[in-house]
């Protein structure tokens, strides 16, 4: 079940909700670096704190204390954060649980239902409290009690390394993942806006009911007698709302040939403003042959070689009246945009082999959409009492198309906030610590005729290298990652060179925001201040 669940190419499979392995992999290794870089910035922060607490620790360690019972007291209290936050996750998800948030994430997110994820989640926190607590709490008892804080590992060299490394890290993750939502966001857009080939705005449809069916007439007459009524067709399949469709394997010219079929109405092709290229249109009589008539898309006539006026016929031993070739049109989207365009055609069958699934209602232009839906509802259930009103638009059908992908991009999205958020969040701490400890500095520079926007410059230009560095790393993870996601697609956009500027530009402007702001204050001090609290 698990094999038939994940595989996505297989014919004739009616379930929608395919599950995608390595999509499963990429969206779990994004959250394990979400939890990842706030572990970061959990010992950013530790490691900030070393000057203030350094004083307390020594204290305990000339009073008896051991490095081990220090170093395990540290961890605990890690490892109490990392659970106090967990247990706030939980209260989060469930109150989200009953939202919108909640419609992305198939399986559902009901606490009572994922108790072993749940576990799985708490040790997890467990484990992301020691391994981020480890490293501060080896380095806060490593020095000697007789330690006097005359400077601080804070600003030494290695210390200053560690924190731009570990920062780094954190920004090499919000620009691929920014980069990332940004083309998801773009390629979701072109599915959803892109002409599919017919007219998509101003059609209904309502997926019949047996005694509907075997009203048609009743219930075309009815629905076109409706003054927001422009035309109405049937069609045994919903165009543009799948990847699998019948396939009829037919003979023309002595030769096998394969194509999607589409049955419909006579005059479904004008409904749908889907213009006949060469040939004809479908006519009403068209109904009364024996076999029925096809029009064949571009792809179809240029793979087969058909020509109008011809006849496709059974193959080997498959006996089938012969049909017409009328017409052809041009490739429209028929199925999604991860399948390419393959041969087919619309058919309209003898009209006692039709049998229409879907009707299709053009409305008129400028109609109230809720008034003609509860119009249409109406007409519906005087011709069948009991059906359940059910009526579709195609944004709504693309929508449900294209769900995973809209899925994926809304995750991505939120992943691509909270990592920038926590990026941020980790560059206030480390600015607001260096220039705590550099107020001595500022005073100086200050009394030598340094301006405040001088001083900003200073602190900005070391995080804007930090950024280009950081920037020109991800580039090639994005745009891999970006590259596996778009082979699923066969029709999609260039990889823009402009979306990688866009996303530097963004990281760049909230981190020259974060660092301004937080340097502002000590940058406008009295120097005579800062220089006598040193």
Request: proline share 4%; net charge neutral; charged share 20%.
């Amino acid at each position: 079940m698990t094999d038939i669940y994940y595989e996505e190419d297989a014919q004739f499979d009616s379930q929608k909700d395919k599950g995608n392995k390595m999509l499963v992999v990429v969206l779990f290794t994004i959250a394990i670096l979400i939890v990842f870089i706030a572990g970061i910035n959990f010992t950013n922060f530790s490691n900030a704190l070393v000057p203030m607490r350094i004083r307390s620790v020594n204290t305990q360690k000339v009073l008896g204390e051991s490095d081990g019972m220090l170093r395990g007291a540290m961890l605990v209290e890690a490892v109490v954060i990392c659970l106090f936050s967990f247990a706030i996750s939980l209260f989060i998800v469930r109150g989200i649980s009953h939202t919108w948030l909640a419609d992305i994430i198939s399986p559902g997110i009901s606490l009572k239902e994922n108790v072993p994820l749940l576990l799985l989640t708490g040790l997890l926190a467990v484990l992301t409290g020691v391994l981020a607590g480890m490293y501060p709490a080896w380095n806060i008892t490593s020095y000697s009690p007789a330690l006097v804080l005359k400077g601080s590992f804070g600003l030494s060299p290695s210390g200053k390394k560690l924190r731009s490394l570990l920062v780094s890290f954190q920004f090499v993750i919000s620009f691929a993942l920014i980069i990332a939502s940004l083309f998801i966001y773009l390629q979701n857009h072109y599915m959803l806006n892109s002409s599919l080939g017919f007219d998509k705005e101003h059609i209904a449809i309502v997926k019949l009911s047996i005694p509907l069916m075997e009203h048609k007439g009743t219930l075309q007459s009815e629905l076109e007698h409706e003054a927001f009524v422009q035309d109405v067709t049937f069609a045994e399949s919903l165009l543009s709302a799948g990847d699998n469709y019948p396939q009829y394997s037919r003979g023309y010219r002595d030769e096998g040939i394969g194509f999607k079929i589409f049955p419909v109405s006579p005059e479904f092709l004008r409904i749908m403003d889907i213009p006949v290229i060469s040939g004809r249109d479908f006519q009403a009589e068209d109904e009364k042959s024996a076999g029925g008539v096809y029009i064949f898309n571009e792809t179809a006539r240029l793979q087969y070689d058909l020509v109008a006026g011809e006849y496709i016929t059974g193959f080997e031993s498959f006996e089938v009246e012969p049909a017409l070739i009328v017409g052809f049109i041009d490739d429209i989207k028929y199925a999604s945009f991860r399948t390419a365009v393959e041969p087919m055609a619309f058919y309209v069958p003898p009209v006692s082999r039709l049998s229409p699934k879907y009707a299709y209602i053009k409305m008129k232009a400028g109609t109230d959409i809720g008034m003609a839906v509860k119009s249409i509802g109406k007409v519906l259930t005087s011709v069948d009492r009991d059906f359940p009103v059910e009526i579709s638009f195609y944004d709504t059908i693309l929508d449900n198309l294209y769900k995973r992908e809209l899925s994926i991009g809304w995750l991505i999205s939120l992943f691509s906030l909270i990592a920038v958020f926590i990026s941020i969040v980790g560059v206030l701490g480390l600015v607001l610590f260096e220039s705590e400890y550099k107020r001595k500095e500022i005073g100086i520079r200050k009394v030598h005729g340094a301006t405040v926007k001088q001083i900003l410059l200073m602190f900005n230009k070391a995080y804007m290298r930090i950024l280009a560095v950081c920037f020109l790393l991800a580039m090639p993870f994005a745009y891999y990652g970006v590259s596996k996601w778009m082979a699923y697609f066969v029709y999609k956009i260039p990889l823009y060179w402009w979306v990688y500027l866009v996303a530097f530009v963004v990281v760049s402007t909230i981190t020259f925001l974060a660092v301004t702001f937080q340097n502002w204050k000590v940058a406008n001090e009295n120097p005579v201040n800062s220089i006598k609290t040193e």
